[in-house]
């Protein structure tokens, strides 16, 4: 869990590090950098992940700490980052083909921190108690941040991922998209309920 905290802090700074001077290159403002980091889910899942982790190994007794060892949010975490991990490796590492810093934090952020979170979850988490009905709360994070992207995009006209980008593919494949994209959730999410429903203590 430690490991997975510091790795997933260290690739978050990392990338504002390196990204944010990129786009500032690009005639970008400061704040307009800060907001296109965080406009992406990868950025928000790891960041999510890391508080989580933090308050948890810190602070279990805080109301945040309690509040991140609640079953319900620690498996919501653990569908989001696996969804992180394989949209990237899966749709967008064809895409895209960083080098350098950007290549580490990006294996990082869509690798190595998804996985390790994934195992502290099979292995560690007691999962007895998770119910179907918890899979409708889970959706609401993807579904506001899938709402804000279109929003934002149709001010800005900017879009942080190709399959989300109305300009280039339209309206009506987006919708698509979108369906598809929740479809995605649901399904991951009812793949870790009946996981932590046919195996619900610790390993």
Known sequence: MVLTAGLA?????????????????MGRT????????????????NLLLAVSLTAVLLKPASLLGKFFLQLSVSSA???????VGLVYNLVLRQVWDPHGLFKLTDELLHL????????????YVSKAGLKWGQLFNWLLF?????IY?????????YYP??????????????ALNFFIISLTFIFF???FILAGRLFPKKS
């Open 9 to 25: 802090w260290f690739a978050i700074v990392m990338q504002f590090c390196i990204s944010i001077p990129a786009f500032l290159r």
């Open 30 to 45: 400061l704040a307009g950098s800060i907001v296109e980091l965080f406009s992406f889910f990868t950025i928000l899942s």
């Open 77 to 83: 975490i653990a569908v989001y980052i696996t969804i």
């Open 112 to 123: 190595v921190v998804p996985v390790l979170y994934l195992i502290y979850w099979l292995i």
């Open 142 to 146: 993807p579904l506001i941040y899938l």
């Open 149 to 157: 992207i279109i929003i934002r995009g149709a001010i800005s006209g």
């Open 161 to 174: 991922y190709p399959f989300i980008n109305v300009v280039k593919i339209g309206y009506i494949q987006v």
């Open 189 to 191: 999410s009812v793949l």
